[in-house]
């Protein structure tokens, strides 16, 4: 069976982290995958919104400890150690830089280590109620190398973070939602239908005007003030030239709902 499973439905596209029995620990070959796949969400232009989860139980534990302990036990060098995160574990959140399409985490149980930052990664989070949250990374003398110890101050401050980096105990979801970890918090058995429901929202929407506002969020949080205004000048110019805003103003005008095409 696939360690990562990836299926495309109406304008979504929903990959799945496919190792329930060792808690969807990152492998090699999961990685490889999913890079793949996220390189089909950028190109495909039918693709409008991409949803995270895990199989089972838990959503991810982030590497995989008994490799690590082998590779440490076998002689693996600094510098090997260090090459694999680049060549193969930071080669997600790179990709997903290149991903200006809504990117939605269904946080289904623990989210640990690496698999609590590559959850961090989404540009939405939902929880189950019995999801739970640890960057674990202290636990086995170990420090975030996927970029957990950049995104996590910068959602929920540094103290916080810190308290997490530091003592890696676990934080609840209603927890999680209440310091911004999280979007929002919804019964274990409503967590995929809330998920897709807002998915599915975001592909029927008019996709340059959602594509534009992630580009324009993410060039702000790097940019001055003067500088975000001339860039959302320009992507103003851009959504005001599609089909989509013209049907949209045309809709509002005649008090109808508008019909998106995605152009």
Request: aromatic share 8%; hydrophobic share 45%.
């Amino acid at each position: 069976m696939s360690e990562l499973l990836f299926e495309t439905t109406g304008g979504i596209a929903t990959i799945t982290l496919n190792r329930p029995d060792s808690g969807n620990a990152f492998t090699t070959e999961m990685l490889e995958a999913w890079e793949r796949a996220l390189r089909e969400c950028i190109r495909d232009d039918a693709i409008r919104a991409v949803v995270l989860t895990g199989a089972g139980r838990i959503f991810c534990s982030g590497g995989d400890v008994k490799r690590m302990a082998k590779n440490a036990a076998g002689g693996q060098t600094a510098w090997e150690r260090g090459q694999y995160l680049v060549d193969h574990v930071h080669r997600i959140p790179l990709t997903l830089q290149e991903l200006d399409k809504p990117y939605i985490v269904a946080v289904n149980g623990a989210a640990t280590g690496a698999g609590m930052d590559m959850a961090l990664m989404g540009d939405l989070r939902f929880a189950a109620q019995s999801a739970r949250f640890a960057e674990s990374y202290i636990k086995v003398g170990f420090v975030a190398g996927d970029g957990g110890a950049w995104m996590l101050p910068r959602l929920v401050g540094t103290p916080k973070a810190l308290e997490m980096l530091w003592l890696g105990d676990f934080v609840g979801a209603e927890e999680a939602e209440r310091i911004g970890l999280v979007n929002k918090m919804v019964p274990d058995d409503q967590l995929m239908a809330h998920t897709m429901a807002v998915a599915e929202r975001l592909a029927n929407g008019p996709t340059v005007a959602i594509r534009l506002m992630k580009r324009m969020v993410r060039q702000g949080a790097q940019s001055s003030f003067p500088e975000a205004l001339t860039y959302a000048a320009a992507c103003v110019g851009v959504v005001s030239g599609t089909e989509d805003y013209r049907e949209a103003t045309a809709a509002f005008a005649e008090k109808r709902k508008p019909a998106f095409k995605g152009r």
